[in-house]
Structures are given as structure tokens and as C-alpha cells.
């Protein structure tokens, strides 16, 4: 091959080798930068109500980490409130107050207040999709009041607030399962469904005083906390009620969103309805099936699971497997009223965040389709039956085969 072919050749590929030397055209030095750890939204005076969550650099604890070992007073991270027509011109004047640029690439959370959720978010989550530093992943909350407020609060185990909340949520889901830890791409997702709603865990201060400089921390009992509340229901993109903590549990058994639970249950139900025992779900199932019964659908809606019994308040011999049998029964029981309660007041609400609209598009596609048509879901849903079934085991008692009330009386 000639020289002058080579050449031509070469000419020719430079064009395609572009790309790759453009890699850094938007680099920007990290001292020039504010980085976001949580974000807040409302809706106020028919604006948007922007509030961002910023690490400190000039603290000792502004590392990304739970937790840190700041020693300096100056508080771990600064707020800024911002309003705007859009939610973009809100975060551009951010930059009017602060000497650094927003960066939300390390954001943890973000806390949508119900005066935004009542007047739509379908806007906010199509800036979290569009936006390039924006993080889809984020767990998302919602807050009875303003939404800022949440983000003023100082946390005394964590340094980092953002994610202090997400521990929280993570362990949580973990360990009780009340509430399903939600990420924004998961909303977005279950909005965009067949179900059209969602569920959002409520993030609440459990005092009036937001506790938002460092030395008011300085005490072992704070006058307010973080706390995670009740369940918040959003149907299309607008908030439709609430949903109470049993309720949420019975949620996640309907939803199979159960890892790990303790339940209080009464142990000799013939004798007495106390809740007098405790009993930790290690493992559990839910299996849902829909079934066309003439004019409405009937959910089959079967659990299993098993775990070990932790507490026992009354006087039992728990080598009678007769007595354990009647303990099992008990729980059984005690799932079915969770279910059967947040069924009820789904049901009331008018939003399948059960997800009973993707199992029935799944199971018979045909019908589904024929229901889009008509636009008959909210009408089939209110005509919805559940067939709740239970049965959890007893797997193991502990280190004792009688309760320490039946040692005491023999």
C-alpha cells in the first residue's frame, strides 16, 4: 500500500477518534463546587419552594460518610431556600446566595412537602429524569409540613443528615417493614404503571422546635427528632390520604415487601386477647393470584412464612405442641387483620398501590386489554375481593421450653 493511500486512510479516521478526546469538557474543580446531600420541595405563593441540603467544607465532618468527627462548631451542612416559576430557575438562584455551584450528584434523599404532592409532581420527577447531575436514585419522602424544615434538623448519631435518613429508611425496610423505601426512579416507575399510584414513607420532626444549630445537640435527649410517621398515598402525580402505620404493615404483607417483622400477638387467644408475645418473622413469601369470577376479579392473596418466638407473657408449656399450634393460629390471625384493614382503607382511597392492575395485565393480558379500552379499572378496582390466606411457623422458642411465669408458679 502507498504512502499517499495511508495517509488518506488515517485523514479519514481522525473524525471517529473525536469522541474520545472530549471527555473533560465540563470538568470543574471540586473547591468550586456545593455538594448537595438532600433536597426539599414545595409548593408556595403558586412557585416552587426549592431547599438544598449543602456539606460544609469549613467543617471537620464534611465527609461523605455516617458519620464523622467534626471538631469545630461550625455545623456539618448549610441550607439554601430558593423559589422559582421552574424548578430549574429555583436552583439557578441558588447561585445569586452561594459562592459555589450546585452538585447533586451525591444527594442521598429528597423530601417532597404535601403541599407539592396535592398540587402534582409529575414536573419534579421529569427534572430528577432529564437533569444530568440530578440522582434518579434518591430515596424520596414526604412531609406533612414544609418540606425545608426537614433538612434544618440536626442528627446526633450522623453527621451527614442525608445519610442519617437514608440509614434510617434502609434499616427500617430491613428490620420492621412497615414502610417500602422507595427510590425516585421506583415512583416513577410505579406512577407510570398500569396501577397509576404509589406509596411514599412520611418523614416527620416529633417536637415543634427544629433543632438547626450545633450546640442545641450537645444533650443526650433531643426535644425533637427525625422520625418516620405514616404512609403517604399518591395516585396519578397528587396526594389521595395517608395510610397509618398497621396499615402500612398490612401493605407490605399485601405487596410482599416483608424481609424481617416482629409481631405482637396474644399467645393464649381462648384465654385472653393481651398481645402478650413476640414472635420475629425471619422469612416470608406473599403470592398473589387474580381470578375472574364472573363480573369481578377475587385476589387470592397466600402467605408463608416462619421466624422464632422471642417473648412470652402467659403461662405455657411449649413442649405441647398443641400449645404452639394455638400460638401459630394466633399470629395467623393477627396478619390477616393487618391485611384486612389496609385492604380497607386502600380500598376506600381509590389508589392500587397494591399493584393488583400489573398482576391482572400479567395473568390475562386479554382482559387487560379490553378494561384499558372501557377505561374501567377504578370502577373493577372498587369491585375487587381479597382471599387473604396465612400460615406462618413457629420454628423455634428460644433457649426455654417454659415461660418464666410458669416458673414462677410451680
Known sequence: MNTPRRLLRLLLCLPLLAPLLSGCWDDRELNELGITSGSAYDWEDNQWKATYQVINPSSGSSGMGGSGGGSTSSPPFLTFTVKGKTIMEAIERTNLTSTREMFFSHSRITVIGKSLAMHGINQLIDMFLRKQDARETVFVFL???????????????????????????????KLLSYYPGIRLYELAMALSSESRSAVLPEILLTGPQTMDETSEIGVTDLPSRLALGRLGVIKGDTFAGWLSQQQAFGL?????????????????PSVSDKLDASFILQNSTTTVRPVWAKDHYVIDVDVEGAGVLTELGSVMDLNDRKAIREMEESLEQRVLELMKGSWAEVKSLGADVTGFAVRIHRSDPKRWKQIEQEKSWDRLFQELEIRPHVSLKIERTGLSNKSFKSVQQE
Open 143 to 173: 412531609s406533612e409540613g414544609d418540606a425545608g424544615n426537614i433538612l434544618d434538623q440536626l442528627m446526633q448519631m450522623t453527621k451527614n443528615q442525608g445519610a442519617g435518613i437514608q440509614l434510617m429508611i434502609e434499616q427500617e425496610s
Open 252 to 268: 407490605s404483607f399485601l405487596t410482599d415487601t416483608v424481609d424481617s417483622a416482629t409481631i405482637a400477638f396474644a399467645s393464649r
